[in-house]
Antibody, heavy 120, light 110 residues
Framework: EVQLVESGGGVVRPGGSLRLSCAAS????????MSWVRQAPGKGLEWVSG????????GYADSVKGRFTISRDNAKNSLYLQMNSLRAEDTALYYC?????????????WGQGTMVTVSS | QSALTQPPSVSGSPGQSVTISCTGT?????????VSWYQQPPGTAPKLMIY???NRPSGVPARFSGSKSGNTASLTISGLQAEDEADYYC??????????FGGGTKLTVL
């Protein structure tokens, strides 16, 4: 079964850090680009960051550039998001998503998400 | 990186057709055929319904179709069914090497 499982979410104070992970299974991980997409409670979807199949190309939304870092380990079939200098507005459900087009927005497989809450 | 513009809500009766618009700019929708549409029922992860403007992934009913003209993309759902009630989001690749989503449209089946 093709599956993405996120982990690493939790409650963190403003200014803190968190590292999210996404474990992939059921497909050849390094055939695909991957992205992180978040959804604040009751709000719409926001693309956060994307990475190509080998990690050689990455992209970030302006809202997280310089604070978040996306990476992947193809040997471990895993995607990561290192989040630093967290703010209240980063509070959201974070999804990882697979993209056959690299990271151009055709997200065909999604995980169930991991919740990040930034609060003092 | 401004969000694409979608109507907040649309509605239709079973069997009818509805169209959801998604307006961007010449830096995203107008320049790339990388427009996708997602369906998200409450409490669930999004599901890809249309990619590259008008292509349907395997398993998505032919009732769902996509198109684009200039800076505006559209999702049309024909033969509306109760199970189609959900939030719908468009997305587009953008010239800044990013992806931008629309604000979402709530579809109500009357």
């Amino acid at each position: 079964e093709v599956q993405l499982v996120e982990s690493g979410g939790g409650v963190v104070r403003p200014g803190g850090s968190l590292r999210l992970s996404c474990a992939a299974s059921g497909f050849t991980f390094d055939d695909y680009g991957m992205s992180w997409v978040r959804q604040a409670p009751g709000k719409g979807l926001e693309w956060v960051s994307g990475i190509n199949w080998n990690g050689g190309s990455t992209g970030y939304a302006d809202s997280v550039k310089g604070r978040f870092t996306i990476s992947r380990d193809n040997a471990k079939n895993s995607l990561y998001l290192q989040m630093n200098s967290l703010r209240a507005e980063d509070t959201a459900l974070y999804y990882c998503a697979r993209d056959p087009l690299g990271w151009q927005g055709a997200f065909d497989i999604w995980g169930q998400g991991t919740m990040v809450t930034v609060s003092s | 990186q401004s969000a694409l513009t979608q109507p907040p809500s649309v509605s239709g009766s079973p069997g009818q057709s509805v169209t959801i618009s998604c307006t961007g700019t010449s830096s995203d929708v107008g320049s790339y055929n990388r427009v996708s549409w997602y369906q998200q029922p409450p409490g669930t992860a999004p599901k890809l319904m249309i990619y590259e403007v008008s292509n349907r992934p395997s398993g998505v009913p032919a009732r769902f179709s996509g198109s684009k003209s200039g800076n505006t993309a559209s999702l049309t759902i024909s033969g509306l069914q109760a199970e189609d009630e959900a939030d719908y989001y468009c997305s587009s690749y953008a010239s800044s090497s990013t992806v931008v989503f629309g604000g979402g449209t709530k579809l109500t089946v009357l």
